[in-house]
DNA sequence: GCTCCTTGTGTGACCGGTCACATTCATGCG
DNA sequence: CGCATGAATGTGACCGGTCACACAAGGAGC
């Protein structure tokens, strides 16, 4: 119990020492858990920590030991459904490793200052989490200095991960895959694509899952659509496909961009489903709610931030053994706003 | 420009030193920007700085001076619009200063958890930015020990904000009353509230908006529906308002809601805005592609996150004069979900 | 009984910065 | 010309931990 209220400095390990009549570097083993103490010795140093309220110093750990008990997560965005929920999931595997969490967004993809902001990151010590799901997020990935811990997160692996520079991801291939073979099935000659920008100048995972299912079932391959990150993207998209009459089922890059095209199809008068079936990615909490609901493809965000998270964490604590990535498999939502092609034509 | 490749330690203010033939404290002096340095040294230093690729070290610096440059946001979500947009303010505003973002969530509202985890916060130095829109974080904003600069992003200022514990808030009291004012004079007779979790036991700003719009117009005042923060509250709620023909207006404490309450609307059959009329609360990006679009009232969050991280810069550095608080006023938009009263009845 | 190893504890240096103070040198002024 | 003054720079201690090593006491092995 700490009956001064007054505020003092804080207190150190050594005036927990001086309480416990013992030395620093006792104390010090004390709080690292260091097995030759004597329990009486013990005993009374926890019980100093407790009576002076002692709390370890981050800084001077930091310091001292060069491990800083944080991770970084770079991210182009906080507010885009999958982002936050990636950041969400980081968060909560960092607390319960007692690992601090820093945020630090990339305004630009301009490679100057991509440069600069991972610098930036990486001062604070600690992994990166770098978010690359997007132009920006894989330039700061490629600007991370050799030797700085740093996991991935990435739309598809370009190359096997290697140990000390890991990635994880979902398997939005396949799910795109999913989707579009869903839709074909439902009678659709074809499925048109509205893509969200792709993080690389080659093509996307989600662009080629889609392609391939045409592909396999002899569909014509129509040229993706491209669109934006929001709902504004997807409703400028729709409007151009909404004016040919041979377009009956549209994938789209995630949720936002499909309630653009939604609300496109709405405002020309093309009924959905009857006339014109939709799908989404993400299975954004809204989507659900939607009217008519919508079809989408559920990745699970939140897991993909833990394993992010215990990925690194292996990295930087060489005791942890690094897991391997249970990534979930991505899940196919049917819900209304996907139905059977329009009859003949 | 620095011509070894190889990974060596990074180099300190004494490798500087010694490169440009001063001392490592003259070296701190052209760092700091201290006046008194010969332009000629100065010179000398910075190209050793230069060619050493020289990076502050952010672990010794907190550790020595006291400041770390650093503020940490806790929040009980990073998902939700709203919250994720006042972290991304905050981030932009930290960044433009060169100050290292934290985040913490407050995964539970319980007393303990909620200690535990300000407490966590705030070892790791610098400031703290609690976001108290909800119970966590309002129990978050009371558990911060004296002595520990922070700012709150409130609801509503409860007692006006003391110079060591700022707060900021947007008008939502007032944007409440507007919105509700702006159903009524569509003929509705009264106006029914779905409302969020109050962040306290007491009436919340959006919710004593509404009411004072009411009472002035002498229109019967109903009971609030308690929702949630997502559209499954939003849609709960809108089945048990459906039920009852005499609710012909109805404004919701976020867009989230409105959207569960859209849904519900439309499940049960009655028309919007023929015979219902909805109003949201935040304009999140979404709420404009709706079919229908949505009213809301549009908030400045990323705004709130600049004005709370001024603030708190404020405080944190001495110098800075502590900024009056910039608090955009909320501006209501009308779009599809609200029109005139049905006639008759 | 003596060495040797193990267990428990203490000492000094160090991490990379900042701070307070000392020192040197050129300049202004009575 | 001598001395106070201020600019430019250097020295040592310190922030709060960790690390490597020294050292004392006690038990095992011969």
Not at 213 to 240: C, D, F, I, M, Y
Request: glycine share 10%; net charge neutral; hydrophobic share 40%.
């Amino acid at each position: 119990m700490n009956v001064t209220g007054h505020t003092r400095s804080p207190a150190s390990i050594r005036d927990v020492a001086a309480a416990a009549g013992v030395s620093y570097q006792t104390v010090s083993r004390v709080i690292n858990g260091h097995p030759s103490v004597r329990p009486a010795t013990r005993e009374r140093v926890l019980a100093a920590i407790d009576e002076l309220g002692f709390r370890r110093n981050t800084a001077a750990l930091a310091l001292a030991s060069g491990r800083s008990r944080a991770v970084t997560v770079l991210t182009a965005n906080t507010t885009h459904y999958g982002y936050a929920s990636i950041l969400q999931g980081v968060e909560e595997a960092a607390r319960a490793a007692s690992y601090a969490v820093g945020i630090s967004v990339l305004e630009s993809a301009e490679e100057a200052a991509v440069a600069a902001e991972v610098r930036r990151a990486a001062d604070a010590g600690g992994g990166l989490i770098v978010i690359a799901y997007d132009p920006a997020g894989v330039g700061a990935l490629a600007a991370v200095p050799a030797g700085v811990p740093v996991v991935g997160v990435v739309e598809t692996p370009a190359s096997p991960p290697s140990g000390d520079r890991p990635w994880v991801w979902t398997d939005d291939r396949e799910a795109a895959y999913e989707a579009t073979r869903h839709l074909l099935s439902l009678g659709h000659e074809t499925v048109h694509y509205v893509a969200i920008p792709s993080s690389t100048r080659r093509t996307s995972a989600r662009t080629s899952g889609w392609r391939q299912a045409l592909k396999e079932a002899g569909a014509p391959q129509p040229r993706p659509v491209q669109g934006s990150w929001g709902p504004a993207g997807g409703h400028a998209a729709g409007l151009k496909l909404a004016r040919d009459p041979a377009v009956t089922a549209i994938l789209c890059g995630n949720d936002d961009l499909a309630l653009g095209v939604l609300r496109a199809l709405h405002e020309t008068g093309r009924a959905v489903p009857d006339e014109v079936s939709v799908a989404g990615f993400d299975d954004a909490p809204p989507s659900a709610y939607l009217t008519p609901s919508l079809t989408t493809v559920r990745l699970d965000f939140t897991g993909l931030g833990r394993a992010a998270f215990a990925l690194l964490h292996g990295v930087l604590e060489e005791s942890a053994p690094v897991a391997p990535h249970p990534v979930s498999v991505p899940e196919l939502v049917v819900r209304e706003s996907s139905g059977r092609a329009p009859a003949g034509r």
